[in-house]
């Protein structure tokens, strides 16, 4: 969906609008969607900033970066975003930290579904877990150690010793 900049009317944009991604267009490649992603955006026209607010929200189902069970994974974000002309901005050999917070639209057109997957992308953790105390599989019999109280011991041998162990002769 594209926003023309110059047809903006003074008072701003609201848009109401579920989106309907691929799992393929997300960061975490084996999320799989159970509810469209609905974006509540407003989108004014400030002198030659564009300013994008708005509530992305959805529910994902995904595997568990310990156990690989799937959970499900419920996205409610806001974002505050500021867009400029591509023209104003300059190139730089080094971005500095002021650059990171800017975006820039081109052809005087801002392109709201890219937008909004990118903020869909920006709500996910680097390792999803199905809750913060999962234990994992169990490296010896395999089992999902929440759902079976597998009885299996494991021995870690220390990093430290490694290499002592290999002068000692048994």
Same mark, same amino acid.
Not at 74 to 98: A, C, H, M, T, W
């Given at each position: 969906?594209?926003?023309?900049?110059?047809?903006?009317?003074? /008072?701003?944009?609201?848009?109401?609008? &579920?989106?309907?991604?691929?799992?393929?267009?997300?960061?975490?490649? !084996? @999320? *799989?969607? =159970?509810?469209?992603?609905?974006?509540?955006?407003?989108?004014?026209?400030?002198?030659?900033?564009?300013?994008?607010?708005?509530?992305?929200?959805?529910?994902?189902?995904?595997?568990?970066?310990?156990?690989?069970?799937?959970?499900?994974?419920?996205?409610?974000?806001?974002?505050?975003?500021?867009?400029?002309?591509?023209?104003?901005?300059?190139?730089?050999? /080094?971005?500095?930290?002021?650059?990171? &917070?800017?975006?820039?639209?081109?052809?005087?057109?801002?392109?709201? !579904? @890219? *937008?909004? =997957?990118?903020?869909?992308?920006?709500?996910?953790?680097?390792?999803?877990?199905?809750?913060?105390?999962?234990?994992?599989?169990?490296?010896?019999?395999?089992?999902?150690?929440?759902?079976?109280?597998?009885?299996?011991?494991?021995?870690?041998?220390?990093?430290?010793?490694?290499?002592?162990?290999?002068?000692?002769?048994?």
């Amino acid at each position: 969906m594209r926003i023309e900049i110059d047809t903006l009317p003074p /008072e701003g944009l609201r848009i109401s609008r &579920d989106f309907d991604f691929q799992g393929s267009d997300l960061v975490e490649e !084996e @999320a *799989v969607f =159970l509810q469209p992603a609905h974006v509540e955006v407003t989108i004014r026209k400030i002198g030659e900033e564009i300013s994008v607010k708005g509530r992305l929200s959805t529910r994902l189902s995904m595997p568990c970066s310990r156990c690989l069970t799937l959970f499900e994974y419920p996205v409610d974000s806001l974002f505050d975003l500021i867009f400029l002309p591509e023209e104003l901005g300059d190139i730089k050999e /080094e971005l500095s930290n002021e650059d990171m &917070d800017r975006s820039y639209f081109i052809d005087r057109t801002l392109d709201l !579904e @890219a *937008v909004v =997957l990118e903020q869909l992308n920006l709500t996910f953790p680097a390792k999803p877990l199905c809750s913060k105390d999962c234990q994992g599989i169990c490296p010896v019999c395999g089992q999902i150690r929440r759902e079976s109280g597998c009885g299996c011991s494991v021995r870690e041998d220390d990093p430290r010793w490694i290499k002592i162990k290999n002068f000692i002769k048994d």
